[in-house]
Nanobody
Framework: QVPVVESGGVSVQAGGSLRISCKAS????????VGWFRQAPGQEREGVAA???????SYAGSVKGRFTISRDNDANTLYLEMNSLKPEDTAMYYC???????????????????WGQGTQVTVSS
C-alpha cells in the first residue's frame, strides 16, 4: 500500500454533496493514473472514476454527471466531488493508482488494489 491519508467521508442526506480526498506521499504522484473505486457491504466492488497524468478522466455510468474527479499534483492529492448523492452511493470509497497503464479507469484501478483503508460515505434517504 502507498502511504495515503483519505478524508472527507461522512453521512449526508440524499441530494447532498460531499468531497472526499486522498493525499499520497512517497510516490511521483503527477505521473500516475489515480482514481476511486467503492464497495458497499455485501456487494461487489465498483470502479467509480479515474484521472490520468494528462488530466483525462473516466467515470462509471452510475456517477457520470454527478461526480467530478480532480487532482492537485503540487499537493499530491486526489479529490472526488460528489453531488446529487443517492442512498445507493453509500459505500467505502478507496483511492488507488498505477504508473504503468494505458487503461486509466476506475475498473482497472479496482483490480490494482487500494492504496489506503478507505473512507466511508453514507447517504440517507
Amino acid at each position: 500500500q502507498v502511504p495515503v491519508v483519505e478524508s472527507g467521508g461522512v453521512s449526508v442526506q440524499a441530494g447532498g454533496s460531499l468531497r472526499i480526498s486522498c493525499k499520497a506521499s512517497g510516490y511521483p504522484f503527477s505521473t500516475y493514473c489515480v482514481g476511486w473505486f467503492r464497495q458497499a457491504p455485501g456487494q461487489e466492488r465498483e470502479g467509480v472514476a479515474a484521472i490520468d497524468h494528462d488530466g483525462s478522466t473516466s467515470y462509471a455510468g452510475s456517477v457520470k454527471g454527478r461526480f467530478t474527479i480532480s487532482r492537485d499534483n503540487d499537493a499530491n492529492t486526489l479529490y472526488l466531488e460528489m453531488n446529487s448523492l443517492k442512498p445507493e452511493d453509500t459505500a467505502m470509497y478507496y483511492c488507488a493508482g498505477d504508473a504503468l497503464t494505458l487503461d486509466c479507469s476506475g475498473d482497472y484501478l479496482m483490480a490494482v488494489g487500494a492504496w489506503g483503508q478507505g473512507t466511508q460515505v453514507t447517504v440517507s434517504s
